[in-house]
């Protein structure tokens, strides 16, 4: 396995446009991630009894209705939350600027590494560990190849920096979250191919 110098066209980059584009589709991605599973009684859904608590006068306490206020220990939740999707619509359009844009600054700035081709001689962290060290990667890093290998799947899993993809997977998020992004040749005409599309 060996580094190869690349040159980028410059008529398949985007660097004039798509900020905006790149925000929305980030905040999509990562609302989409969003369990929206947390749910809280209403007093209306709280067990207990309709009975008042006591007698409206003479007692010296503050009058009370129910024993599910919101007021009380043990009551409902005044304007909890309740299950819900968080997820956003975002344009085909909209999600194609915004990978576009993301992938041109990391070409821009250097941030992306292509080697010839990902060969090991069994799926072994310390191998991949290896290989990203002489690279000089020591951050956070996504390898991008064409068609999925398991070989490079199992040598990357432990590593917790590290991500998989394929080139066709990738997202906006996981480019941005990614300091450096990893390719084989393959993969990387491949991301290419989809920019320039």
Known sequence: MRKIDITVDQSVLTLDKGEQAVKDAVTAIRNAMRAGTACTKSKGEVAGSNKKPWKQKGTGNARAGFRQSPVWRGGGVAHGPKPRD????????????????????????GDVIVVDKFEFEAPKTKLMAALLKSLGIDRTAV??????DDTVVLATSNLPRIDYCTA???DVYTVLANRKLVCDQAGYDALVARIAK
């Open 86 to 109: 968080y997820s956003q619509k975002v344009n085909k359009k909209v999600m194609k600027l915004a990978f576009a844009r993301a992938v041109s600054d990391k070409l821009v700035s």
């Open 143 to 148: 390898i991008v190849q064409k068609e999925v």
């Open 168 to 170: 066709q997977a990738l």
